[in-house]
């Protein structure tokens, strides 16, 4: 080791000390910055001018006695707490994502200890009161953790001075099952935890984001297919109210919410299938057993209308009035369905166009599927039957978010509508403008996503495009930048749409025609 002279230890000493004064240590060549939070003091990591910090407790252990129950705050500890790596993610089954979505997941390790949260930011400022944005996960209300590397919230935070957190949160049976009508008074509470779990998590930001440069009076949520039902579903929650203050639908909804009686017949079932008789049994049920179960049963998991955490259908049959205010930027990928495993893509003739066109729509007749079809060819000339054939699912998967989309725009606030139309080249170009593909552009993480986006220079601009938009949103409730062209509130008569490709622009009801007879064939 090279010998350190008087002068060069007294330097480094009084570096230290001024480093350590601003809420950060040195070690080695590295500088690792340090937070105050209501439960203990946090040590990160500073990463190319971003502070990052991983798997910070925002809630105690969910096994045992805790296990079905609403969080609780964690212990308070002594000394720093390194926050350093991805926290466990809520225990569930194999991740089921296609391989070019797949290759953006980090190992992470199953524990009902996951109640963590990741924050960036690239102030430790308490006055900065800079806009926070919260990503929620995909993966429904089953699966999925906030630690994907298209979630990584670096780069958001370093180009548009916003910070960025995502969540890990309890999922399927472990967070969603019913319990008040089995368990009795000790197990009333025992509802919708998974969902109270990103309260929780919202009202730890409430309490510390000051301390990571945020204003905890603008907060904007957002997330993509089941994190899009988890924005939806707080929309509607009386205890969400006040701690988010802008919201960002991507691909998803969450209209109507599961019965409280469907909701009671899926805890009995697993409770009968494990062969147990009380809930206090259930708490003590192995976790892997229980999650084994859990998947081997194929119960439907979300949120429940139960009257009290969640009064009514978040969207059904309106958009809820508790969150009248909060301005809504919502939108969907035109290719939805070739995210999903069981897609096929052999190609089709006229004959096995129609019988899955009919399948899917559930028409009465072939006069309506052909009529459909015609419209189809019309409004997108030149295309395969495959192409038309995963257009309309595609479609059919849409319906819920338009619907949502027009309640909302019922109500005062603002709402702005997207369609996402660029078509990725991975796998011989195939998967097109897949679910979850917007997801990189919108968090500046393409040069992360190679494997879903490709290679090619035109993912840069679009990129900065609607990163940027989606940075404005929060910041302001409006997303246009000078980048884009005047991007006007969606209403249900001119029902104005950004398309996000590499001409974005505005259109009146794209494919409006399609729209109208696809929710005809529906209704009837």
Known sequence: MRPVNRREFILRATVAGAVAGMGTTLFGQGIAPIADTADGKIRGRLIDKVNAFQGIPYGAPTSGANRFMPAVKPKRWSGVLDTVEWGAEAPQGPHLEIPEVAATIPKTG??????????????????????????????????????YSIY?????????????????????????????????????????????????????????ISSFGGDPDNVTIFGQSGGAGKVSTLLAMPSAKGLFHKAIIQSGANLAGIPKADATKNAQTLMSKLNVKTVEQLQQVPMQTLIDTTL??????????????????????????????IPVLIGTTEYEIT?????????????????????????????????????????RPNLTNLDYNLILASDNFRTRV??????????????????????????????????????????????????????????????????????????????????????????TKTRPTMIFDNNCRVVNDPYGAERVALSSLRRT
């Open 339 to 379: 995210f999903f495993p069981t897609t096929k893509y052999d190609a089709l003739n006229d004959a096995e166009l129609r019988t899955s066109i009919r399948q899917t729509t559930r028409a009465a007749n072939d006069g309506d599927v052909d009529s459909l079809i015609a419209l189809y060819k019309k409004g």
């Open 296 to 325: 081997a049963e194929n119960l439907t998991w979300g949120p429940v209308v139960d009257g009290k955490s969640l009064p009514g259908g978040p969207f059904d049959p309106a958009a809820p009035e508790i969150s009248s205010n």
């Open 402 to 491: 338009i619907t949502q989309t027009e309640r909302k725009a019922a109500q005062k606030a603002p709402v702005y509508a997207y369609y996402f139309t660029w078509q990725s080249p991975v796998r011989e170009g195939k998967l097109k403008s897949f679910h979850t593909l917007e997801i990189p552009f919108v968090t500046a993480n393409v040069d992360d996503a190679k494997s879903m986006t490709g290679t090619g220079q035109d993912r840069y601009a679009l990129q900065d495009r609607m990163s940027a938009a989606w940075a404005a949103f929060a910041k302001t409730g409006n997303p246009n930048h000078k980048g884009l062209p005047n991007w006007p509130t969606f209403d």
């Open 152 to 208: 990584n919230g670096a780069n958001m935070a370093r180009r548009y001075d916003v910070v960025m957190l995502s969540v890990n949160h309890r999922l399927n049976s472990f967070g969603f099952l019913y319990l008040p009508e089995i368990g009795g008074a000790k197990f009333a509470n025992a509802a919708n935890v998974g969902i109270l779990d990103v309260v929780t998590a919202l009202q730890w930001v409430r309490e510390n």
């Open 110 to 147: 199953v524990s009902e200890d996951c109640l963590r949260l990741n924050v960036w930011t690239t102030t430790l400022n308490k006055n900065a009161k800079r806009p926070v944005m919260v990503w929620l996960h995909g993966g429904g209300f089953t699966s999925g953790n906030g630690s």
